[in-house]
């Protein structure tokens, strides 16, 4: 195996990673006003993503960064032709990340209601944009002949792209209502669980259907396979979500979703950017990549640092891997 397919594999890697933890965490987030009744049922909603919403986060900064380093050209192109979904994911994070913190530091109603609001919008409008961003390399951009991108800063909005947007945060809220199913007991891990079972059949339908788009347009026969891994995963979520077993349901939604972006990736590959005007301006994992040095350097550094980060957030997952209820929460007070 070359060294740049190599690096495509670990940045699909890592959006995969990125995808199915910040995936159940943005679902938390979205859900906070549909479950949580009373500021305290909010409370444990927060509580469970609680320990870990940070550290999901990083996977997205080490997917850039990674294709920013390995495969300049693709960042350069993907990022500036999709700057504005971009601009407002990064904003709405930014917003998330400061509501967390702050939603609790006044003893008032108004003021956390305020910040929830903020969480909510925060918890929406990522996926939004990394699905439009993800399916739009997928998909492709019109490029020249250099890799910059033809026509007006809204060229990554298109209805395929819409629809894979819609695609993640589909899944993203399925996934954080069985997350919350596992996480939580009593009458609002029940409701959690119902509000899955119900929403999964429609939630998740963008997501085939965006598959199936991608299959027709780019795939391979061998990509028929994930694609239909896929679709018996959630098949699977939604039987073990009536059956009362979530932890069985999370597992299968963390199958479909690798199984979605191996069909993803896996249709797009070798060109890790395609150009809807001309195939000879596509970026491919050849053209877009940096100096073998540099990959080689990258490799070692990753042969390092990434066991010792998947040990770390392992390690934090476990620690907290109990329920929670409102039992567990103590009275609001003034710090």
């Known amino acids: 195996m070359s060294l740049e397919t190599l690096w495509f594999c670990v940045i699909v890697l890592f959006w995969l990673g990125y995808l199915f933890l910040e995936g159940f965490d943005f679902g938390v987030g979205m859900l906070l006003p549909v479950l949580g009744r009373d500021n305290t049922e909010r409370r444990v909603l927060i509580n469970t993503i609680g320990p870990v919403w940070d550290g999901n986060e990083v996977w997205l900064i080490v997917a850039a960064g990674a294709t920013f380093a390995a495969f ?4 350069a192109s993907l990022f500036s032709g999709a700057y504005l ?3 407002l994911v990064l904003l709405a994070l930014i917003g998330r990340g400061v509501a967390f913190e702050y939603r609790g530091k006044v003893d008032s109603e108004c003021w956390r209601r305020n910040w929830d609001r903020v969480i909510v919008l925060g918890s929406w409008i990522p996926p939004l944009g990394v699905g439009l961003l993800l399916t739009t390399t997928v998909l492709g951009l ?4 250099h890799g910059n991108r033809v026509g007006s800063a809204f060229e990554a909005v298109r209805w395929d792209t819409l629809l894979g947007a819609l695609a993640v945060v589909g899944f993203s809220l399925v996934h954080g209502a069985a997350f919350l199913a596992l996480k939580t007991s009593g ?7 119902l509000l899955a079972v119900r929403m999964l059949p429609v939630a998740l339908a963008p997501l085939v259907l965006l598959l199936v788009v991608v299959q027709l347009r780019e795939g391979a026969l061998w ?3 994930p694609l239909a891994i896929a679709v018996a995963g959630a098949v699977t979520a939604w039987r073990r979500l009536v059956v ?9 939604l963390g199958v479909t979703i690798a199984a979605a972006v191996v069909t993803l990736f896996g249709a797009l590959y070798p060109d890790v950017l395609p150009s809807t005007m001309d195939a000879a301006n596509s970026l491919t994992i050849h053209n877009a990549s940096s100096s073998p040095y540099t990959l080689e350097v990258m490799t070692w550094i990753g042969a390092f640092g990434a066991p010792a980060v998947l040990v770390y957030q392992g390690w934090t997952y476990w620690v907290f891997r109990k329920r929670i209820s409102t039992a567990h929460i103590p009275p609001v007070h003034t710090p």
């Not at 300049?72 to 960042?75: K, L, S």
């Not at 019109?142 to 002949?145: F, I, Q, S």
Request: cysteine-free; glycine content about 6%; proline content about 10%.
């Open 244 to 252: 009362d077993r979530d932890g069985q349901a999370f597992a299968a």
């Open 187 to 193: 009458e609002l891990r029940e409701r959690a669980r």
């Open 223 to 225: 990509t028929l396979v």
């Open 85 to 87: 979904p971009l601009l």
């Open 142 to 145: 019109p490029l020249d002949a």
């Open 72 to 75: 300049p050209g693709w960042y």
